[in-house]
């Protein structure tokens, strides 16, 4: 026996916790002082918010999945110890060593909490028209607590806590101002934060499309090549997608407002007047399209 928790182990035992308060005295088949215990356990946790409890006289350390969360190692009579950690649910490792030099021992480590993170299932509304009044938005999932907090792309925004499933928050004009995407997310006071919904911001019919060759009423052979460009769009990522009389003829995703070329190869089609139209979508969602008619002749 050492407080130093050098081996060889003088017992080993199973125990079912750790709430040991041996007064003057000391575990079973152990001096009643200068001796250390060393206890190691994998235990199952709900997640979320856990604060660890430790009373100890003399040393004693806790360390969850390998890390030190409690240090006190050293003399001292029975003082208790916390530290909160947030962790996910499933099997973890708790380790405790203690060492007991003389007088009193006390030894006693217990947990609490594990609070599930929020889940966030829907938002109504789910989108705005770019330019919109600000408004509330009402939020609806699980697990959300008192003192929730509403980010919208990670930045806070004022919450009112319905209940457990449902959040208010209030949303500005200015972050539907223009076309775009926003990640809404929920955050409890233990930090835990739930996954990501999207609110779109649409165009609200501004995307523009014009098709600057070939011209309206031109008559093309071979490989006709369409030069489009766009106004409105959201920022991001934008679909072009070219089609003859309904007929899907290719797609193009790209970044650009332009100029975008798009290839019809005419000699697949009959001779004769055709409607060619370009659509592009944004990443807002927002569409719009434009359209000429030309005459195939090869």
């Given at each position: 026996?050492?407080?130093?928790?050098?081996?060889?182990?003088?017992?080993?035992?199973?125990?079912?916790?750790?709430?040991?308060?041996?007064?003057?005295?000391?575990?079973?088949?152990?001096?009643?002082?200068?001796?250390?215990?060393?206890?190691?356990?994998?235990?199952?946790?709900?997640?979320?918010?856990?604060?660890?409890?430790?009373?100890?006289?003399?040393?004693?350390?806790?360390?969850?999945?390998?890390?030190?969360?409690?240090?006190?190692?050293?003399?001292?009579?029975?003082?208790?110890?916390?530290?909160?950690?947030?962790?996910?649910?499933?099997?973890?490792?708790?380790?405790?060593?203690?060492?007991?030099?003389?007088?009193?021992?006390?030894?006693?480590?217990?947990?609490?909490?594990?609070?599930?993170?929020?889940?966030?299932?829907?938002?109504t509304p789910n989108n705005a028209a770019a330019g919109a009044a600000g408004f509330t938005m009402d939020l609806f999932g699980t697990n959300f607590a008192t003192g929730a907090t509403v980010l919208w792309n990670n930045a806070t925004r004022p919450t009112t806590f319905v209940s457990t499933t449902q959040l208010k928050a209030a949303i500005p004009a200015s972050d539907v101002a223009v076309a775009s995407t926003a990640s809404?997310?929920?955050?409890?006071?233990?930090?835990?934060?739930?996954?990501?919904?999207?609110?779109?911001?649409?165009?609200?019919?501004?995307?523009?499309?014009?098709?600057?060759?070939?011209?309206?009423?031109?008559?093309?052979?071979?490989?006709?090549?369409?030069?489009?460009?766009?106004?409105?769009?959201?920022?991001?990522?934008?679909?072009?997608?070219?089609?003859?009389?309904?007929?899907?003829?290719?797609?193009?995703?790209?970044?650009?407002?332009?100029?975008?070329?798009?290839?019809?190869?005419?000699?697949?089609?009959?001779?004769?007047?055709?409607?060619?139209?370009?659509?592009?979508?944004?990443?807002?969602?927002?569409?719009?399209?434009?359209?000429?008619?030309?005459?195939?002749?090869?």
């Amino acid at each position: 026996s050492n407080i130093s928790l050098t081996p060889p182990a003088t017992r080993t035992a199973c125990e079912t916790g750790i709430t040991n308060d041996w007064g003057a005295g000391g575990p079973a088949g152990l001096p009643v002082d200068n001796f250390s215990v060393r206890w190691t356990g994998r235990f199952s946790f709900a997640g979320g918010s856990v604060t660890f409890t430790a009373t100890a006289d003399d040393g004693i350390r806790v360390f969850l999945d390998g890390s030190l969360i409690i240090d006190q190692w050293h003399d001292q009579p029975a003082t208790t110890y916390t530290a909160t950690r947030v962790i996910t649910a499933g099997l973890h490792e708790v380790k405790v060593e203690y060492y007991e030099r003389g007088g009193d021992a006390v030894a006693k480590v217990s947990w609490s909490g594990g609070t599930p993170a929020p889940t966030l299932t829907s938002l109504t509304p789910n989108n705005a028209a770019a330019g919109a009044a600000g408004f509330t938005m009402d939020l609806f999932g699980t697990n959300f607590a008192t003192g929730a907090t509403v980010l919208w792309n990670n930045a806070t925004r004022p919450t009112t806590f319905v209940s457990t499933t449902q959040l208010k928050a209030a949303i500005p004009a200015s972050d539907v101002a223009v076309a775009s995407t926003a990640s809404v997310t929920v955050r409890n006071p233990d930090g835990q934060t739930s996954s990501a919904l999207t609110f779109t911001i649409n165009g609200s019919g501004t995307l523009k499309v014009f098709i600057t060759a070939p011209a309206d009423g031109a008559t093309v052979n071979g490989t006709a090549w369409f030069t489009v460009w766009i106004e409105g769009a959201a920022a991001g990522s934008k679909t072009y997608t070219l089609s003859v009389d309904g007929k899907t003829i290719t797609s193009t995703p790209t970044t650009s407002n332009g100029p975008v070329s798009l290839a019809w190869p005419t000699t697949a089609a009959d001779n004769g007047a055709r409607t060619a139209t370009v659509t592009v979508s944004d990443s807002a969602s927002a569409t719009g399209r434009a359209s000429i008619r030309l005459t195939v002749a090869n």
